[in-house]
DNA sequence: AGCGAAGTGTTGGCACGACCAACACTGCTG
DNA sequence: CAGCAGTGTTGGTCGTGCCAACACTTCGCT
């Protein structure tokens, strides 16, 4: 093991190293393993649901989905779990019989609080090498980026 | 559709549009979605790999893996497929006898430069909403945390 | 009024990527 | 020599994203 060992071994082949595709494609796993880490695998999931409950009002599981960027069917599953925990209800729209209006409970925004404590941790490991100027302009240049290639509308005001 | 759609329906909640880790989680599936959609799924490990054998000379697998931060079960079953349609060779070493020392050849050479041009325009596609400067920043931000996860001893010299 | 197109929720499936575990083998080091 | 670590391989799991189909509802149009 001493011979590849010693000198410059852990370094990406510079074609990689300059392409911002593979670049976040590493940081998404880093960040993936943080979040994952902080919290489990499906709060994960279940994070960014109860988020998108708790700040747009009850909303159908399809609309809920195209904000998230999640897809209807997965959706639904998750929902399964959350209302199974008593986290969200599920009851149909009066008015479109074909919609479920999902709304968050009290339950579910008592995880939502606490699940938030542990993804800030998790943002400020990932952004530890960072000084607070160098974060707020990479979240600002990902935000335009995301915004860009997902279509969004009227960005929430950033900061 | 009417009532949830033409109002400022698309937007994500907040609490992720303030999140690296999420912002960054999705701008890797758009960049993700651009190279398969340039290349194959294939051809983006595929890529990854030749390049690190065009610019690392002959290699072992466990050494090519960590420097791609590839598991090394997954390196082997990739070098099947590129050995089999001669981009790549594997020989055993001479000094080691345990470990393989695999080299790109004249055919991977050319189809990893054929991929290089397909995959340069994702990456300006990916970027195509920011300005040369915020270009050249967001990678280097990106190369910084990276090389912090990940333990990248001397960073290639960015550009 | 009725018909077709489009939206909704659900189930089931596929593909891909990131892991991990075990195995046989080689190499190093006490 | 014995034990431990590195190597390549096989095979498996899990999470995530995506698509297809289905039954149902709603909208738009003639």
Not at 31 to 37: F, G, M, N, Q, S
Not at 82 to 106: C, E, F, G, N, Y
């Amino acid at each position: 093991m001493k011979a590849e060992d010693h000198q410059g071994e852990i370094a990406p082949p510079e074609r990689l190293w300059q392409s911002p595709t593979w670049l976040v494609g590493q940081l998404s796993g880093d960040a993936h393993r943080l979040i994952v880490d902080a919290i489990t695998a499906v709060a994960r999931t279940d994070y960014a649901v109860l988020a998108g409950l708790e700040e747009f009002g009850p909303l159908s599981q399809a609309a809920l989905g195209r904000r998230l960027g999640i897809d209807r069917s997965d959706i639904s599953v998750v929902l399964d779990r959350l209302q199974a925990d008593r986290h969200v209800t599920r009851s149909p729209d009066p008015a479109h019989r074909s919609r479920k209006l999902v709304q968050i409970t009290p339950t579910g925004r008592r995880r939502l609080e606490r699940l938030d404590t542990n993804v800030k941790k998790a943002q400020h490991t990932l952004l530890k090498p960072l000084t607070p100027d160098q974060a707020t302009e990479l979240t600002s240049l990902l935000q335009r980026l995301v915004q860009h290639h997902r279509g969004y509308q009227h960005p929430p005001a950033a900061s």
